[in-house]
Nanobody, 115 residues
Framework: QVQLTESGGGLVQPGGSLRLSCAASGSIFRFSAMGWYRQPPGKQRELVAR???????NYGDSVKGRFTVSRDNAKNTVYLQMNSLKPEDTAAYYCTATSWPDTYWGQGTQVTVSS
């Protein structure tokens, strides 16, 4: 049973920063990739950032240059550093982990960007 627990969400002003964390139950070495998706209100879920077991990363177009995904294998944790936040970044953010053919999802953490 894989459990992914997100934390770090909250309310932030435009231009501010937040760091999300995703703690996995057990070693993250077993996952070929981990990442973050988000679902804005009334919209479809979209990829934010993804990092493979080898450290390769890719990002959604709307967050390139502002968000950074990283992983700490010793802590079994993946992070999402979010800078220069915009109101359109407001969404529920979900952590994912892939161990083919399965993909696991966390419960999500809310990020609200508003003045």
């Amino acid at each position: 049973q894989v459990q992914l627990t997100e934390s770090g969400g909250g309310l932030v002003q435009p231009g501010g920063s937040l760091r999300l964390s995703c703690a996995a139950s057990g070693s993250i070495f077993r996952f070929s990739a981990m990442g973050w998706y988000r679902q804005p209100p009334g919209k479809q879920r979209e990829l934010v950032a993804r990092i493979t077991s080898g450290g390769s990363t890719n990002y959604g177009d709307s967050v390139k240059g502002r968000f950074t995904v990283s992983r700490d294998n010793a802590k079994n944790t993946v992070y999402l550093q979010m800078n220069s936040l915009k109101p359109e970044d407001t969404a529920a953010y979900y952590c994912t982990a892939t161990s083919w053919p399965d993909t696991y999802w966390g419960q999500g953490t809310q990020v609200t960007v508003s003045s």
